[in-house]
């Protein structure tokens, strides 16, 4: 009975995420694009299209791009996200992904950006000049 009561206890902290006291890391699926930017990181600006939406990002002094997946979740494909500022090298990360592509980021105050992304499902955006200054 109490290796029973064991295993059952067990199997329910698994399940909710706690093993030995400690809480596991949440799956990429829960991540969000501030979170996988990173901290003081705020939405701007988003592009959704057909399999992905591309969101912008700005912490007061760079912008970050990630594109998350809306079709072919957990299945790796290519999937992108670009940021180039004006006068820098453009920042690119495609490459066959499960969840979310990024993030890029560039220092960008007083600069225009073009920022984009997609998936081959669904197709690749970019932006064009803007988020001037």
């Given at each position: 009975?109490?290796?029973a009561?064991?295993?059952?206890?067990?199997?329910?902290?698994?399940?909710?995420?706690?093993?030995?006291?400690?809480?596991?890391?949440?799956p990429?699926?829960?991540?969000?694009?501030?979170?996988?930017?990173?901290?003081?990181?705020?939405?701007?600006?988003?592009?959704?299209?057909?399999?992905?939406?591309?969101?912008?990002?700005?912490?007061?002094?760079?912008?970050c791009?990630?594109?998350?997946?809306?079709?072919?979740?957990?299945?790796?494909?290519?999937?992108?996200?670009?940021?180039?500022?004006?006068?820098?090298?453009?920042?690119?990360?495609?490459?066959?992904?499960?969840?979310?592509?990024?993030?890029?980021?560039?220092?960008?105050?007083?600069?225009?950006?073009?920022?984009?992304?997609?998936?081959?499902?669904?197709?690749?955006?970019?932006?064009?000049?803007?988020?001037?200054?």
């Amino acid at each position: 009975m109490k290796k029973a009561l064991r295993t059952l206890v067990a199997g329910a902290a698994v399940a909710g995420g706690i093993a030995g006291g400690v809480a596991l890391a949440s799956p990429a699926s829960a991540a969000t694009p501030a979170g996988v930017c990173g901290s003081g990181y705020s939405q701007i600006d988003k592009h959704t299209m057909s399999g992905s939406t591309i969101y912008l990002l700005f912490n007061g002094s760079s912008n970050c791009v990630v594109t998350f997946k809306t079709t072919s979740v957990g299945k790796a494909t290519r999937t992108g996200a670009y940021l180039q500022v004006s006068g820098k090298t453009p920042v690119e990360d495609t490459d066959d992904y499960t969840t979310y592509a990024g993030p890029v980021r560039q220092s960008a105050a007083g600069k225009c950006i073009v920022w984009g992304g997609g998936t081959s499902a669904g197709g690749f955006w970019y932006s064009g000049w803007s988020h001037c200054g």
